[in-house]
């Protein structure tokens, strides 16, 4: 009896050693997961809040020595600095002009193609993704050179036009991809009950499917405007007349216009021009969470 009781006592408490144990062990991963991410979020943050730091930091205290995140005395002298300069608010409007012309263009071209990826059936359409993946793929300095040639021949240097037309074939595989991913998770049963009401195939993609990736739309444009936002290299090739350059060129000339103060006052330009791009993932954050949780869900 009592050999049967303790058998049964190490059967229930078999399954509940188990249970404590894989529990421990998704602790363990859970705990190493976070710190992976800590490490990588003091590899990304700890330079920005370097050059906040220095942003607010007088000459001395820049070249201090041992050197301090937190200065002893804020100063917005840099900021005032960057902001008499009548350069900055156009290199922040050519910004803002190539983002958005860069980001409606990839958007016009990768939308129709990513839809035909996602609802039709045609030959080497696996070869053809691949392809477009594999010039996501090649950089834009390896093609510099010749592009520099290319675009001198057609009179497009020194021109929005010239970069804009680069971004767009930059941008356009990776949208494509981005696009194509969240068409397949719109269900066609919606698409099939919108051609059998008697519309084509066209106004079935303008007033069905559309409307429904709506949240996949921003969230390219808010990726597609980060990334021209940010471009240094190929402007900085294309373009050289001052007016014409973006923010990114135009903290670089900071450099040469303030040789005397150029740390803390590119600092102060630097985080000027991180601004626009932080408010816009702010005010569309939304949109980004809802394709990816549309993205999660397929009918």
């Known amino acids: 009896m009592t050999t049967t009781t ?8 078999r399954p509940t050693r188990i249970v404590w144990t894989r529990r421990r062990r998704d602790l363990l991963g859970d705990i190493w997961t976070y710190l992976a ?9 700890v330079p920005v809040l370097w050059v906040l730091s220095l942003s607010f930091k007088t000459v001395r205290e820049v070249y201090a020595y041992p050197p301090r995140l937190l200065p002893n005395q804020l100063t917005l002298d840099n900021y005032h600095t960057v902001l008499r300069n009548a350069q900055f608010p156009r290199y922040l409007l050519n910004s803002l002009k190539i983002a958005l012309l860069a980001s409606l ?5 990768s939308t129709p193609a990513a839809y035909a990826f996602s609802r039709f059936r045609f030959r080497a359409k696996g070869t053809l993704l ?3 993946l594999a010039l996501q793929m090649i ?3 390896v093609i510099l050179i010749p592009l520099y040639r290319y675009f001198a021949a057609l009179d497009l240097l020194d021109s929005h036009f010239g970069v804009i037309m680069v971004y767009l074939a930059t941008l356009t595989p990776l949208t494509t991809w981005l696009l194509k991913g969240f ?3 719109i269900p066609i049963s919606l698409e099939d009950a919108g051609q059998v009401d008697g519309c084509s195939r066209l106004q079935v993609l303008w007033r069905i499917t559309m409307p429904i990736a709506v949240p996949g739309l921003m969230s390219a444009v808010v990726l597609n405007v980060i990334l021209s ?3 240094f290299v190929i402007p900085f090739i294309l373009i050289s007349k001052n007016k014409l350059q973006p923010v990114a060129v135009g903290i670089f000339n900071f450099q040469g216009t303030y040789q005397s103060t150029a740390t ?3 600092a102060a330009a630097s985080i000027l021009t991180m601004l626009p791009a932080i408010v816009i993932f702010v005010a569309l954050q939304r949109f980004i969470v809802r394709a990816l949780l549309a993205g999660a869900v397929k009918g």
């Open 6 to 13: 303790q058998g049964r006592s190490l059967a229930q408490a």
């Open 37 to 45: 991410y800590l490490l990588i979020l003091a590899f990304f943050i």
């Open 105 to 109: 263009g990839t958007l016009a071209i």
């Open 130 to 132: 691949i392809g477009i």
């Open 139 to 141: 950089s834009p300095l």
């Open 183 to 185: 068409f397949d998770g």
């Open 229 to 231: 936002w940010s471009q």
């Open 264 to 266: 803390h006052t590119v």
